[in-house]
C-alpha cells in the first residue's frame, strides 16, 4: 500500500531527516573536538607557558644568586647591575606565573599550583629581602654569611622544583590525555559518519519505494501497453501524486483504447462505404442497387433494420428494399407513403433526422413517426435523405430496437456516401434511359429520312428520264436560235438534278449499307468483291470527263503509272468516287487552269494510290476538316458562284472507308489543291475476293 502523503510532504521529510542526522553528527563530532581543543588548550595556553615561564623565573634568579655572590663575597662592586637587572626579569615573571596558574580552565589543579607558586614565590621573598640586607651591608663594609644565602636559595630552588614536576606532570597527563582523545574521537567521528550514512540511506529507500519505483512501475506499464498488451497501472502503490498520475495514465489508456476502437470501427464503416459504392456503379438498374446496399450495408450498421425507399417527382414510393435481423418481419409496405414528403423535408433541409431514444423524446411526433415505431419496432431512429439537385429521390432509413442508441458520426457519413452514390446511381440510369430513348427516336427518324430519300429519289428519276427523253427528241428537230438556247438550259438543270438524284440515292445507300452497284450487273451482283483494274478505271474517268474540261478551258492530263494496280472493290463505287473528285477539281479550276490526275503503286506500302492535283481556287485551312461532310460547301465557293450540293466529297469518303482506303487533301487558298486516295491491294482485305 502506498503512503497517503504528497510527494511535496515525503521530499520535505526526506530532506529535513537528512539535514537532522547531519545536524546530530556534526554536533556529536563538534562535541568531541570541542573536548579534544579543550585539553590542547590548557596544554597550549596554560601549562605550556607556565612551565616555560617557570622555566625563565629560575633562570633570572639564578643569575640572581650568582651576582649577589659576586658583589658580596667578591667584592665586585660592577654586579649590582646584574643583579639588579635579574631581580627585575624576577619581578615581571611572577605576575605571569600567578596570572597562567590561576586561569579557571585548569579546574581544581588550579588550588594546587597556587599553593606550589605562593611556596616559590615566599622562599623567593625570604632571598630577595636577605640579599637587599647583604648587599647594604657589603656597602657598610660589614662581612656577608654566604650559608644563609646559599641556604634561602636552596628553599627556593625546592619550592621551584616542586612546582616544576607539578607541571611537567600536568603537562604530560594532557599529552597521554590527548593521545588516547583523537582516536576516540576519530571513531566518533567515523561512528556518527556512518550512522548518518545509514539514516540517509534508510530515508532514501523509503522514499525510492514510495517515488520512484511507482514511476518506474508507470514506465514498464507503458512500454507495455506500447506493445500492445492490456495492462491497468497500480493505482494505490506510491505517493498521493504518483497515484494520482496512475489513475489518469489508466483512464488516458481506457481513451486511447476507445479511440483506436473508434478509428478501426470508423475505417471499417469507410472501407463499406467503398465496398457499397463500387457495387452501385456496377449495378444496372436503381432496384439492383438498392437491393446491393441493403446487403452489404445493414449487416455493417450493426442494427436491427435498414430500409431504402425511392420515390417519385410526387412523393410516391416507386422501389423499396430493405434488410433486417434474423427473427424480425418484413417492414410492412403500408408505412412508406411517408417515405416521400420527409425525403423532399430531409434533402431541402440538407440535413438527417436522428432520433437517439423515441419514447424519451420531447413533443408530440409526427403521425409517420409513431407509425414507424409502431410497425418496426423502432426504438432509435436514423434517417437520411437521397437527393441530386433540387430532386428528393427518396430516404435511407435505420432502426434499432434494443434501446436507446446514439447515431455516431461515421455511421452518419455511411449513409450520406451511400445515398449520393445512390442518387448519381439514379440520375446515370435515368439519363441512360433517356439517352437510350433518344437514340431509339433518332433511327427512327433517321430511317424514316432514308426512306424518304429513297422514295423521293426513286420518284424523281421517272419524270426526269422522261424530260431527258423527250429533249433528246428536241435536239432532232429544226427550231430556232432562241428555243435552241432555252432548250440547251433545261438540259443543263436536267443533268444537274439527275446528278444530285444520283448522289442522294448513292449517300443513302452507303448510310443503310447497301452497295451503289445495282443488283444483277455485269460485276457479279453479289456480295463477294471483284479485284478492279485502277488504271482503266482512271483511264476510262479521265476520257469521260475530258469534254467537261474543255467546255472549261482547263487542261486535263492524265500521267498513268506502271503494272496492274489491282483493287478489291465495287467498280461502280470506285468509279464514282474518282469521278467527283476529278469533277470537282475540274469545275474549281479558272480557264487556263490544269488538273493532273496520276495513279501509281507505293513501292514500299504496296498501296494502290489515285492523285488529282488542280490549280484551282485552293481550300481554306479552316475547312480542311469539314469537307468530307454532307452538304458542307467551302466558304470561298460562293464568291464564284460555282454550283454544288456538297456531297461529293462525302461519297468519296464513304467509298474509300468501304474499302478499307484513305483519303487525304493537300490545299492552299489561291493556288490550288491535291486530293488524294489510298487503297489496299488485292488480296489484303478480308472479304472475299472474286477475279472476274
Known amino acids: 500500500m502506498g503512503s497517503r502523503r504528497t510527494v511535496r510532504w515525503q521530499l520535505r521529510a526526506l530532506v529535513t531527516g537528512i539535514c537532522a542526522l547531519m545536524l546530530a553528527g556534526g554536533g556529536m563530532t563538534v562535541f568531541v573536538l570541542q573536548a579534544q581543543n579543550a585539553q590542547i588548550e590548557r596544554v ?16 633570572a634568579a639564578t643569575d640572581a644568586e650568582q ?3 659576586d658583589v658580596v663575597t667578591r667584592r665586585q662592586p660592577e654586579s649590582l647591575a646584574a643583579l639588579a637587572d635579574a631581580r627585575a626579569r624576577v619581578e615581571a615573571l611572577q605576575p605571569r606565573m600567578r596570572s597562567l596558574l590561576g586561569d579557571q580552565n585548569l579546574g581544581a589543579d588550579r588550588y594546587e599550583y597556587g599553593r606550589l607558586l605562593a611556596r616559590q614565590d615566599g622562599a623567593l621573598s625570604a632571598w630577595t629581602y636577605y640579599a637587599d640586607r647583604a648587599v647594604s651591608g657589603a656597602a657598610a663594609g660589614e662581612p656577608a654569611d654566604a650559608d644563609t644565602i646559599a641556604r634561602l636559595f636552596g628553599r627556593f630552588r625546592a619550592a621551584h622544583e616542586a612546582l616544576a614536576a607539578k607541571l611537567n606532570a600536568a603537562r604530560d597527563a594532557m599529552r597521554s590525555t590527548i593521545r588516547q582523545i583523537i582516536p576516540e574521537a576519530s571513531l566518533v567521528v567515523l561512528a556518527v559518519t556512518a550512522l548518518v550514512l545509514f539514516g540517509v540511506g534508510f530515508l532514501a529507500r523509503r522514499a525510492a519505494r514510495s517515488l520512484t519505483e511507482p514511476i518506474t512501475q508507470l514506465r514498464l506499464v507503458a512500454q507495455r501497453i506500447r506493445a500492445g ?17 496512475a489513475v489518469a495514465f489508466n483512464a488516458l489508456t481506457a481513451h486511447n483504447a476507445e479511440l483506436v476502437a473508434e478509428h478501426a470501427e470508423v475505417l471499417r464503416l469507410h472501407q463499406t462505404a467503398l465496398a457499397a459504392e463500387r457495387a452501385i456503379r456496377e449495378s444496372s438498374t436503381a432496384a439492383e442497387a438498392i437491393d446491393v446496399v441493403c446487403d452489404l450495408v445493414g449487416p455493417e450498421i450493426r442494427t436491427d433494420r435498414l430500409v431504402v425507399s425511392l420515390v417519385d417527382e410526387k412523393g410516391l414510393v416507386t422501389r423499396a428494399a430493405q434488410w433486417h435481423a434474423a ?37 408530440e411526433r409526427e403521425a409517420w413517426v409513431a407509425e414507424f415505431v409502431r410497425e418496426a419496432g423502432a426504438r432509435s431512429l436514423l434517417v437520411v435523405p437521397i437527393g441530386l439537385g433540387d430532386n428528393a429521390l427518396g430516404v435511407i432509413s435505420v432502426a434499432d430496437a434494443h434501446g436507446p442508441r446514439g447515431w455516431r458520426t461515421a455511421e452518419i457519413t455511411l449513409l450520406h456516401h451511400v445515398a449520393s452514390s445512390l442518387a448519381h446511381l439514379i440520375a446515370a440510369v435515368s439519363h441512360r434511359d433517356r439517352q437510350a430513348a433518344y437514340v431509339a427516336d433518332l433511327e427512327r427518324l433517321d430511317q424514316q429520312k432514308d426512306d424518304f430519300l429513297s422514295t423521293v429519289s426513286h420518284e424523281l428519276r421517272t419524270p426526269l428520264a422522261s424530260i431527258i427523253g423527250y429533249l433528246e427528241l428536241l435536239e432532232d428537230e429544226p427550231v430556232g436560235a432562241e428555243p435552241r438556247v432555252l432548250l440547251d438550259v433545261v438540259e443543263r438543270n436536267t443533268v444537274r438534278l439527275r446528278s444530285l438524284v444520283e448522289d442522294l440515292l448513292s449517300v443513302n445507300r452507303m448510310t443503310v449499307g447497301r452497295s451503289t452497284e445495282p443488283a444483277g450487273s455485269e460485276r457479279g451482283g453479289g456480295p463477294g468483291l471483284r479485284a478492279v483494274p485502277v488504271p482503266a478505271l482512271v483511264e476510262q474517268t479521265v476520257e469521260e470527263l475530258r469534254p467537261l474540261a474543255d467546255r472549261g478551258e482547263v487542261r486535263l492530263e492524265l500521267r498513268a503509272g506502271e503494272g496492274p494496280a489491282l483493287v478489291d472493290g465495287t467498280r461502280a463505287d470506285l468509279q464514282r468516287a474518282v469521278v467527283n473528285v476529278v469533277a470537282n477539281a475540274i469545275k474549281f479550276t479558272p480557264p487556263r487552269g490544269t488538273v493532273r490526275v496520276a495513279h501509281h503503286v507505293d513501292p514500299d506500302s504496296g498501296e494502290v494510290v489515285i492523285t488529282c492535283a488542280d490549280t484551282g481556287i485552293g481550300i481554306p485551312r479552316a475547312d480542311l476538316d469539314l469537307l468530307v461532310t454532307r452538304f458542307f460547301r467551302a466558304r470561298n465557293v460562293a464568291n464564284y458562284a460555282i454550283p454544288g450540293t456538297g456531297l461529293g466529297l462525302a461519297i468519296v469518303q464513304a467509298v474509300v472507308d468501304a474499302h478499307d482506303g484513305d483519303l487525304a487533301f493537300d490545299s492552299t487558298e489561291g493556288k490550288g489543291t491535291t ?6 491491294p488485292a488480296g489484303r482485305r478480308s472479304s472475299t475476293v472474286h477475279t472476274g
Open 327 to 363: 427473427g424480425l418481419p418484413d417492414f410492412p409496405p403500408d408505412v412508406s407513403p411517408y417515405a416521400g414528403p420527409l425525403a423532399a423535408r430531409l434533402w431541402q433541409n440538407a440535413g438527417h433526422l436522428s432520433i437517439s431514444d423515441i419514447h424519451a423524446a420531447d413533443g
Open 44 to 59: 597550549t595556553t596554560l601549562i605550556g607557558p607556565a612551565r616555560d615561564a617557570n622555566t625563565k623565573l629560575l633562570q
Open 67 to 69: 651576582a649577589l655572590t
Open 675 to 680: 486530293v488524294t486516295l489510298r487503297f489496299p
Open 229 to 245: 498488451q492490456a495492462v491497468r497501472a497500480d493505482e494505490r502503490a506510491g505517493a498521493g501524486e504518483v497515484r494520482e498520475l
